[in-house]
């Protein structure tokens, strides 16, 4: 039989490749896909090491150091516990994609047959067409699902009440504050479905134009302002909830710029955020001023953390 090298190393490429970025999407790491294309290159070659006459490439101690490899020039190396963390959650990926590609391909397979109590099967030089399939179509869906799958179980794992500091920028203003990290918060904007964090504007009010609370408090003349020149306004959302006891109302939300909350030691940077203004204190002890969004550390991006 024929082999044909340069497809089955372009077919490990693209496996090496969505692997790795499965990677990184589970642990929220910020590669780029150059680095992750590297990284997947650098795997890829290993199906050459294969045809070579030598038993070394078949040792595990070999295979964890080029895996190693790989996971330093994907993702670098910053902190010890990071970098093993990166290994073992590829390791995790691979072993559970390769167990459903295996389970997909013997579902699929119908050219099997028993040669001397031994299953036998064929196949072409091209590489084994369920890999093929797994790459065009699975992967994708498999993205996808893990990606909804991950972010429901960090929801969960958030605390129902813990307090962060946060940092929100609307245009040239910085806000600074502690909110609450509350899971029973819900509310996003209908049209562009960005979580809703809730600001206590009474905090507040000396930094945010008057404009602005004026409009937050007289949502009826939404519309009906001259204020054009205010460029605030063209950030103004309307957002429905519900309250237990009476009908549904609106609250008056700003697009925020950036938003910034410390978890602990770690600083998490999200931009599609809403910021709705309550007009009244929503914390009677003056504990927090803000109420955050589980979903906004949810879609944030790690910028810093302690060494």
Same mark, same amino acid.
């Given at each position: 039989?024929?082999?044909?090298?340069? &497809?089955?190393?372009?077919?490990? %490429?693209? !496996?090496?490749? /969505? %692997?790795?970025?499965?990677?990184?999407?589970?642990?929220?790491?910020?590669?780029?896909?150059?680095? /992750?294309?590297?990284?997947?290159?650098?795997?890829? *070659?290993?199906?050459?090491?294969?045809?070579?006459?030598?038993?070394?490439?078949?040792?595990?101690?070999?295979?964890?150091?080029?895996?190693?490899?790989? #996971? =330093? !020039?994907?993702?670098?190396?910053?902190?010890?516990?990071?970098?093993? @963390?990166?290994?073992?959650?590829?390791?995790?990926?691979?072993?559970?994609?390769?167990?459903?590609? +295996?389970?997909?391909?013997?579902?699929?397979?119908?050219?099997?047959?028993? $040669?001397?109590?031994?299953?036998?099967?064929?196949?072409?030089?091209?590489?084994?067409?369920?890999?093929?399939?797994?790459? &065009?179509?699975?992967?994708?869906?498999?993205?996808?699902?893990?990606?909804?799958?991950?972010?429901?179980?960090?929801?969960?794992?958030?605390?129902?009440?813990?307090?962060?500091? =946060?940092?929100?920028?609307?245009?040239?203003?910085? %806000?600074?504050?502690?909110?609450?990290?509350?899971?029973?918060?819900? *509310?996003?904007?209908?049209?562009?479905?960005?979580?809703?964090?809730? *600001?206590?504007?009474?905090?507040?009010?000396?930094? +945010?134009?008057?404009?602005?609370?004026?409009?937050?408090?007289?949502?009826? @003349? $939404?519309?009906?302002?001259?204020?054009?020149?205010?460029?605030?306004?063209?950030?103004?959302? /309307?957002?429905?909830?519900?309250?237990?006891?009476?009908?549904?109302?609106?609250?008056?939300?700003?697009?925020?710029?950036?938003?910034?909350?410390?978890?602990?030691?770690?600083?998490?940077?999200?931009?599609?955020? !809403?910021?709705?203004?309550?007009?009244?204190?929503?914390?009677?002890?003056?504990?927090?001023?803000? #109420?955050?969004?589980?979903?906004?550390?949810?879609?944030?991006?790690?910028?810093?953390?302690?060494?």
């Amino acid at each position: 039989m024929t082999i044909y090298l340069d &497809v089955i190393w372009f077919l490990n %490429l693209c !496996i090496d490749f /969505l %692997l790795l970025w499965l990677t990184a999407l589970i642990l929220k790491r910020n590669t780029s896909k150059k680095r /992750l294309f590297v990284g997947a290159l650098a795997g890829s *070659l290993y199906v050459f090491f294969l045809f070579a006459d030598t038993g070394v490439v078949y040792h595990p101690v070999v295979k964890l150091i080029y895996s190693a490899f790989i #996971i =330093f !020039i994907t993702f670098g190396y910053k902190r010890f516990a990071s970098f093993v @963390q990166g290994l073992f959650m590829f390791y995790f990926t691979t072993f559970i994609t390769g167990g459903g590609l +295996l389970g997909i391909h013997y579902f699929l397979q119908s050219d099997a047959q028993v $040669i001397n109590g031994v299953i036998q099967t064929k196949s072409s030089g091209l590489g084994d067409p369920i890999s093929w399939l797994f790459v &065009v179509i699975m992967f994708p869906v498999m993205i996808i699902f893990t990606k909804r799958r991950v972010g429901h179980l960090e929801v969960r794992k958030l605390h129902y009440e813990q307090n962060m500091t =946060f940092e929100v920028k609307i245009d040239t203003v910085m %806000l600074k504050g502690t909110g609450l990290m509350d899971s029973g918060n819900q *509310l996003h904007d209908p049209i562009s479905k960005h979580p809703v964090m809730i *600001l206590d504007t009474t905090e507040f009010k000396d930094q +945010l134009p008057k404009a602005v609370i004026d409009l937050a408090a007289n949502l009826d @003349q $939404i519309g009906q302002t001259e204020d054009d020149e205010n460029s605030w306004i063209d950030r103004l959302r /309307l957002i429905p909830y519900r309250v237990v006891g009476s009908s549904n109302q609106f609250l008056a939300g700003i697009k925020a710029d950036h938003v910034y909350i410390w978890e602990n030691d770690v600083k998490h940077e999200t931009k599609n955020v !809403i910021v709705g203004l309550s007009l009244t204190n929503i914390s009677g002890e003056r504990d927090y001023n803000a #109420i955050l969004h589980p979903k906004m550390l949810l879609n944030a991006k790690v910028t810093s953390s302690a060494s």
